[in-house]
């Protein structure tokens, strides 16, 4: 038994010793022009490696660098380089035959360089692609290739990479990191599983999952595809498709599956657009947006159209469709939105991604809002315009009569703390410097008419100027604040009494008030229009033509309905 037992050991040890010694005896290094020449050809590209060496145990060639030339169109620099190379081989044929089968190939820690240039060609196109032509025709001819450039390996991976992709024409480069790329059974004339991830900027992650191949012989950009996308947490102040130094910027979450055939890819799917940031000034939307989103994409044209698509925030729903061009350095869309009877409160938390801040402790209660809207420009400096209109909203908390006291007074009303908005429209330009509305107009039961047009800033300040048109008819049996004393109402009541020849409690009726908006959206400030309100009381209360101006100081009638009126607003001497 003893003697057995040593043996065993006997042949376990020479065993040890031939794996440990045998690397050595087989000059592994005959066979790198061989895999050099192998690789150039099959890629179409100049293959470098460094010095190899045989583990038996792993069975496989390990080389110290690598290195793959980039087309010379685009670069003298590599387009691939790692700082090691480890090759799978069948280890009976190499040791006795000196035969090289591979079986696998790794490359560890690569740096991998995408560049686009204006002719809309990337520089991995050539890749493969004369050699993947070449086995095609042999294959329709019936013939069987021994040529160097043949190329089939069991399992191919790029693990612990990093990816820079870029124009040429520009130095702007984006860098992903954690890239590893897994093929199985691949071939340059078949199709193959792939499996791509990566790590996207601040956290954010990528991955590609399905079936390639087999590679376009004209350019293998072109090479089909068909695979599941995932992308969490891409946060797009970092990739450039928003401005990141106006602050703009969102967190983009997307769940798809892409096709391509042909030139032609098509991505269906749904993503999901959080914290989003759109204009300067403004603040990361509290609400996420959900959009169903079908797009086709010319791969030749880099452009595209987006499909009919539906865009979600809460329950409120509006409607996409439109064309996207990436062929320049930024990409430019032009998309069209249309929406009809969204819930206004759905909507409230997404405003302040739009610059839009509602007065403190206000908030939208009611109503339905109709936008449609056209999305335009380059996506880092989006401009979005077209028309918005709110119905039968209400904004609780907000007491407009409060803020608006000089004309609530003088009209004799109270909005209560809850304004209650009939219709509100408006032209709106939105753009990353701020927002600007155009023929706004609203009607407001409690008080008549607002009109006028402004500006939000990029810091959120109001420059709006106004007309209100008082509707409330008081009534003959109305007590009008316009007799009961000294103040603004009281005195402008008899003076329009007086002047019109009718009574206080009617003569505030059908008047016009300009007045401007100033402060901020979330602490809005109403100021009586005091250069255009004696021409307005003129106008529209006396009948007569409205005052011209005059650089001149001139000196007042007190008598004079206009004169007293454009006193009222003027600061007391201490």
Not at 153 to 160: A, D, G, P, S, Y
Not at 359 to 385: C, E, H, M, Q, R
Not at 429 to 439: I, Q, S, T
């Amino acid at each position: 038994m003893g003697s057995k037992l040593r043996v065993v050991l006997i042949l376990v040890g020479v065993l040890v010793v031939l794996i440990l010694v045998l690397p050595f005896l087989i000059p592994v290094n005959q066979f790198r022009p061989t895999i050099e020449e192998k690789a150039s050809a099959a890629l179409g590209r100049k293959v470098q490696l460094g010095n190899l060496s045989l583990s038996l145990l792993s069975g496989s060639l390990s080389a110290e660098n690598l290195s793959i030339g980039d087309d010379p169109k685009f670069s003298s620099s590599p387009f691939l380089t790692a700082k090691s190379l480890q090759v799978g081989v069948e280890l009976m044929p190499l040791i006795f035959s000196k035969t090289l089968n591979i079986t696998g190939i790794t490359i560890d820690t690569p740096q991998v360089t995408l560049l686009h240039n204006s002719a809309e060609v990337w520089n991995f196109s050539s890749l493969g692609g004369q050699t993947a032509k070449a086995q095609a025709k042999q294959a329709r001819e019936g013939k069987t290739s021994n040529a160097a450039a043949d190329l089939a390996v069991k399992k191919l991976e790029l693990k612990n990479g990093k990816i820079i992709v870029g124009r040429t024409e520009s130095r702007k480069r984006s860098t992903y990191d954690n890239l590893t790329i897994t093929a199985s059974d691949f071939s340059l004339t078949s199709q193959f599983p792939v499996t791509v991830t990566a790590d996207l900027p601040n956290g954010g992650k990528f991955k590609l999952a399905g079936a390639a191949g087999p590679i376009d012989q004209d350019d293998s950009s072109l090479t089909p595809l068909n695979a599941t996308l995932t992308i969490s947490s891409l946060n797009l102040a970092s990739t450039g498709f928003l401005d990141s130094s106006e602050g703009l910027g969102g967190i983009v979450d997307l769940d798809g599956r892409v096709t391509s055939s042909g030139g032609q890819a098509e991505t269906k799917g749904t993503v999901k657009l959080s914290k989003a940031l759109l204009v300067a000034g403004g603040s990361p939307a509290g609400v996420p947006v959900d959009v169903d989103f079908s797009t086709k994409y010319n791969l030749r044209k880099n452009s595209g159209v987006l499909n009919p698509s539906t865009l979600k925030i809460g329950s409120a729903a509006a409607h996409l469709n439109g064309k996207y061009d990436a062929s320049g350095e930024a990409t430019v869309v032009k998309i069209d939105t249309d929406a009809k009877d969204m819930p206004a409160k759905d909507l409230q938390a997404f405003l302040p991604a739009l610059g839009i801040k509602l007065p403190k402790g206000a908030s939208l209660a009611a109503g339905t809002l109709n936008s449609d809207l056209t999305i335009t420009g380059p996506t880092n400096k989006l401009v979005i315009t077209g028309n918005v209109g709110l119905f039968n909203g209400k904004l609780a908390g907000f007491d407009l009569g409060a803020k608006m006291s000089a004309i609530s007074a003088l009209a004799g009303l109270k909005t209560g703390q809850d304004l209650e908005i009939e219709k509100l429209t408006t032209n709106l330009r939105m753009a990353p410097e701020g927002l600007k509305a155009d023929n706004f107009s609203a009607s407001v039961p409690a008080l008549g008419t607002l009109m006028g047009a402004g500006t939000v800033d990029a810091k959120n300040h109001l420059d709006f100027k106004m007309v209100a048109t008082v509707s409330k008819n008081l009534g003959s049996g109305t007590t009008a604040p316009a007799s009961t004393g000294g103040g603004v109402a009281g005195v402008l009541g008899g003076l329009l009494a007086k002047a019109a020849g009718s009574s206080p409690a009617t003569a505030v009726q059908g008047l016009r008030i300009p007045f401007l908006v100033q402060g901020t959206t979330s602490d809005p400030k109403f100021v009586p229009d005091v250069s255009g309100l004696a021409s307005e009381m003129l106008k529209s209360q006396l009948g007569g033509p409205a005052a011209p101006h005059n650089t001149q100081p001139q000196q007042q009638n007190p008598s004079n309905p206009v004169d007293a009126l454009s006193g009222l607003f003027k600061k007391k001497k201490p």
